[in-house]
């Protein structure tokens, strides 16, 4: 990629920094009183806290990174999945809660970039919004539904963020998310600084809704290491989890073809 080249979706979206704003773009689906509701009656955070985590970087991977053909199984099993994932008051094939949780991941990704690599270019970012329109794209959300360019992505934000409503369902999932009591042996001791990164990156009214403390010292001494340290390390190192994902993904696909 020379200087002029616009940075595209496969150049950023691999970055294991980005998992940092995960949290927070949970939070911020779920403040959506329908998201949060069928979050909160079809998901286990307390005992499975990273089935989501894993279901969201898998479906994101395979649709940047894989084949078409890949691409194309694993929304198939992403819409089977929320098949189920409907009542009187929401539907997980809704394409305007598609459209937002998209929205969401694009934007913490976008957010944690910048504070990682500094400031995007402006060719960079409304490149980068254009390519995010396949996370949504790819579960059936029209395309015209995405904004066409920063402006109409912030307007299209500000509008949603002002509807946004933390319910008491809300918190609890947000509560089962950022003090699980389950999951694998090193989960635990990573959530002080999760619940710190989530904290830091939400607006001060939603961690107030949530009640979740700030300490934005802390947030912004852990920003500065990572920026002095992370843009540094090799891209097979900052790209490792991708490769993990896409290998988990590949593996059944290879047992089958070899029988």
């Known amino acids: 990629m020379t200087d002029a080249s616009p940075l595209r979706i496969a150049d950023v979206s691999a970055d294991v920094a980005l998992l940092a704003g995960g949290g927070a773009a949970i939070l911020l689906q779920i403040a959506h009183p329908a998201v949060g509701q069928a979050v909160a009656e079809h998901s286990d955070f307390a005992r499975r806290p990273l089935d989501r985590l894993n279901g969201t970087l898998t479906y994101l991977y395979v649709t940047v990174y894989g084949t078409t053909e890949e691409a194309a199984e694993v929304a198939r099993r992403v819409g ?153 390390l090799p891209r097979w190192v900052r790209f490792a989890a991708q490769r993990r994902y896409l290998t988990a993904f590949r593996k059944p696909r290879r047992h089958l073809a070899n029988n």
Do not use: C
Not at 80 to 87: D, E, F, G, K, W
Not at 135 to 148: K, Q, S, Y
């Open 80 to 232: 089977a999945a929320h098949r189920p994932v409907r009542s009187d008051s929401y539907d997980a094939h809704d394409p305007q809660l598609q459209l937002w949780v998209a929205a969401t991941l694009y934007d913490t990704a976008i957010r944690v970039r910048e504070l990682v690599f500094g400031p995007l270019r402006e060719v960079d970012a409304e490149m980068l919004l254009s390519d995010y329109a396949v996370i949504a794209t790819a579960l059936g959300v029209p395309r015209a539904l995405w904004p066409a360019d920063r402006a109409a992505f912030g307007r299209y934000w500000n509008e949603s963020v002002a509807g946004l409503s933390v319910t008491g369902a809300s918190r609890r999932v947000a509560h089962q998310l950022l003090h699980p009591t389950g999951g694998p042996w090193w989960l635990l001791p990573l959530m002080p600084l999760v619940r710190l990164l989530t904290a830091g990156l939400l607006s001060e009214d939603l961690r107030n809704a949530y009640g979740l403390p700030h300490h934005q010292k802390r947030f912004d001494r852990i920003m500065r290491v990572t920026r002095a340290i992370y843009p540094r």
